[in-house]
């Protein structure tokens, strides 16, 4: 997850960069396009990660006996 910190903040940074310098808002505006899309790609993986189903062996050994 800190590497989800990271996306965020620098998409922050970019943002703020975007209103500071208004000659390369579009510049700045790009680059916290891309960091935001990172930043949705991890918590997606994340997603994926967390809900993958349970190991048929797992399975097995936590289910009561008939």
Not at 4 to 13: H, S
């Amino acid at each position: 997850m800190k590497d989800l910190q990271t996306c965020r903040n620098m998409e922050r940074l970019c943002r703020q960069r975007a209103s500071s310098f208004p000659g390369e808002r579009w510049k700045h505006l790009a680059e916290a396009e891309m960091w935001h899309h990172k930043a949705m790609d991890l918590i997606a993986e994340h997603h994926i990660e967390c809900n993958q189903p349970v190991d048929k062996v797992t399975e097995s050994r936590t289910q009561p006996r008939s």
